[in-house]
């Protein structure tokens, strides 16, 4: 029997473009989208559609069982900026989404869940440069705290119920296809975006601001991989490191002017430079290369010409 797949906060970042590669992948009447409010045409008109609250246990289970879905993808989530403005409100949605699928999948009304975690969930005392998998995690956002928290949920599901959950802990993900949705890693995106549009960008971290990132595409392909690992090979059930590159806002704004050398930035600092300096700079991520052959294909130079040719 195919699976199929559910996909929670299907029109955020990360959750339309895993929509419509997991739809590639699997066939689009297999892969069923849903958010608590209504996406993009492509997302809505490519295959099966749900509005649904992340947290309303029940509505998710009245899916799980229209659809026979077998694999639930929980990517809603209130993000680490937005998060510190309604804190209550971020836990509540973060953890309280987990916490019923985990339910419905220990029910074995699921068979497979995977929830994103985030680099977020380290914090000032973890160590900034090459960043273990195994550390002191002492986040200080709402959003790292919930992660964390989540994490080790997760593995408790895991351990006590043998529920098969999987989870990355993401650095920052940039695309063309999203606008930034909340996020301290967000000016990576933003700031081609606004290279395009007025050549010139003024950056809320300071110009050496170190923070691990990622091109969509291989977070993409990161989570369906992960996904599609035999569990004997997923070692780790809190959340799996995940590294591709690490920049400045300074190193960013060279390469953009490769391409448009007319282009300026300033800085200006905000409330989102105490948060980022909360993070680590470099990731280390041995146990998803080992473990179950993660590999990256984007630097920023590569990453650099997709973007501005896809935003131009």
Known sequence: MKDTILIIGACGQIGSELTQKLRETYGNEHVVASDIREGKEDLMSSGPFEILDATDKEGILKIVQKYNVTQVYLMAAMLSATGEQYPQKAWDLNMNSLLGVLELAKDKHIKQVYWPSSIASFGP???????PQQTIMEP?????ISKL????WCNYYHNRYGVDVRSIRYPGIISWKTKPGGGT???AVDIYFKAIEEKKYECFLTENTRLPMMYMQDAVNATIKIMQADASKIKTRTAYNLAAISFTPKEIAAEIKKHIPEFTISYKEDFRQQIADSWPQVIEDANAREDW????????ELMTKEMLKNLQ
């Open 125 to 131: 005392t973890s160590p900034k440069i090459n960043t």
């Open 140 to 144: 200080t956002t709402v959003y790292g």
């Open 149 to 152: 928290a989540g994490e080790h």
């Open 185 to 187: 890693t967000d000016y």
């Open 293 to 300: 052959n993660w590999k990256h294909q984007f630097d920023l």
